[in-house]
């Protein structure tokens, strides 16, 4: 059965699972005490809330609970992060380094280090999006205390060496984040093989509550340090004040369980409905174009280029369809994706980019019906375009 409009923007949000919905209802109105509030019952069952999800998020990234720092996104998880680790490490250094792909959380934190005298290194990636670790070796100096790098993209869905990446950062000393949030709960995730300090992640991406993420630490020898970004108490460890948002968190935390008991049922299941719909619209268009790694990217992630079209146009056709033309962050922008300049596509092609993000809620009937939409709209929107080449009044 197919519900309109069919939801295919899985990378910006994702709706809230029913099981995680129930899970939450009594911390509105029963479980609604403060976490800090030592003193009462109601104090008590919230912290004791708030520290069952914190196990449970760890779990998911096979963290111990005392690694996890609740924030209210990941926005805010890489901020603390990247200006946290900046700010507490600055005596050692100011040099950074990251790639030219990052979200906007990772690029705008670096930009704003750069006007406190930080210097940072903005690496290339190869036309698959993916950076070379030796690139990341090569640019390492004595001044350096930080590597950020996304685990994978929210635009076009690749993979990037984390493994490598990490070993690099630990044989000289380097703090490694990286940005998890496309990762978690779609992939397996292991902080400690990938020898990560630092992972940002939100629970808005993983069918949990928005308003709520989580920032790994790593405490084992050596300890990673970092400064608070917000002042006003001493909630999570002095490292985030503020009143905990209980519901979020036990929200949250509901649905890394899910997603760990889940994740391979749900990747294979979400990764043959993507490749029913790229197959599907290969097979009944001609000159389009994958973006992305073919191989190494998150099952979910289908980024596309329509030769010929404008890809507002085409999501305004298909309004049956939510799909994206890339981040919600900086839709608003109007400018050409910069991941997709970084990945040096033909200029046509950057503007003629479709993501579609399948989630857990999708079924075959509407990859279906999304197929056949897709090729319609397409074959219409270049019979128009061709027809204003030749000055001929097109019918709509």
Known sequence: ?????????????????????????????????????????????ADAAVE???????????????????????????????????EMYSSRGNHIITTTIEHEAVLDSCKSLEKK???????DVDNFGIVNPNDIKNSVTERTILVSVMYANNEIGTIQPLSEIGKICKSKHILFHTDATQAVGKIPV?????????????SHKIYGPKGVGALYMKSR????????QIDGGLQERGLRAGTLNVPGIAGFGKACEIAKSELIAETNRINSLKNMLYNGIITGLNGVKL???????????????????NSDSLILAMKEVAVSTGSACSSETGETSHVLKAINIDEDLKHSAIRFGIGRFNNEEEIIYTINKVIEKVNFLRQISLKSEKGEYAEV
């Open 291 to 309: 973006n992305g790694h073919p191989k190494r990217r998150i099952a979910n992630n289908l980024n596309l280029s329509f030769e010929g079209i």
């Open 52 to 86: 069952n999800s914190r196990k449970l998020v760890a779990r998911l990234i096979n963290a111990e609970s005392r690694n996890i720092i609740f924030t209210s996104g990941a926005t805010e998880s890489v901020n603390l992060a990247i200006k946290g680790a900046a």
């Open 221 to 228: 020898i050596p300890k990673i340090r970092i400064a608070p």
């Open 190 to 202: 292991d902080v400690l093989s990938d020898r990560i300090d630092l992972l940002s992640f939100s």
């Open 117 to 123: 005298g930080f210097d940072v290194t903005y690496l």
């Open 1 to 45: 059965m197919i519900k309109f409009p069919i939801y295919l923007d899985n990378h910006s949000t994702t709706p809230v699972d029913p099981k995680v919905v129930e899970f939450m209802l009594p911390f509105f109105t029963e479980v609604f005490g403060n976490p800090s509030s030592k003193s009462h019952e109601f104090g008590w069952k």
